[in-house]
Nanobody, 124 residues
Framework: VQLQASGGGLVQAGGSLRLSCAAS????????MGWFRQAPGKEREFLAR????????YYADSVKGRFTISRDNAKNTVYLQMNSLKPEDTAIYYC??????????????????WGQGTQVTVSS
């Protein structure tokens, strides 16, 4: 599975962006997918994940209520709608796939596939 993230850019604080992650291959439809971000000098941070059907979602507290993850299996695409953006949301955003539940490792180690990242910059 190859993942291609897009939709990043420069936005003012309080604005919105929608990120997309297009996946190749039919296996996408069976994968739980996720979004992460990494700011300079910081570890990669989990944001949200969505199960294969789209009915089960889980969010980090830092983005709950502002970000929404969704997917369209017909288009092999997962989305991250980001509202009320803040300067501290500035980071490179990554999509990830093939989630394997494993409470003994950090969230970022539970995903087997990663996209290349898309830059999001929020100006104050």
């Amino acid at each position: 599975v190859q993942l291609q993230a897009s939709g990043g850019g420069l936005v003012q604080a309080g604005g919105s962006l929608r990120l997309s992650c297009a996946a190749s291959g039919h296996a996408f439809r069976s994968y739980t997918m996720g979004w992460f971000r990494q700011a300079p000098g910081k570890e990669r941070e989990f944001l949200a994940r969505i199960d294969w059907s789209g009915s089960g979602t889980y969010y980090a507290d830092s983005v709950k209520g502002r970000f929404t993850i969704s997917r369209d299996n017909a288009k092999n695409t997962v989305y991250l709608q980001m509202n009320s953006l803040k300067p501290e949301d500035t980071a490179i955003y990554y999509c990830a796939g093939q989630y394997v539940p494993n409470q003994s490792v950090p969230m970022r180690q539970r995903f087997g596939y990663w996209g290349q990242g898309t830059q999001v910059t929020v100006s104050s």
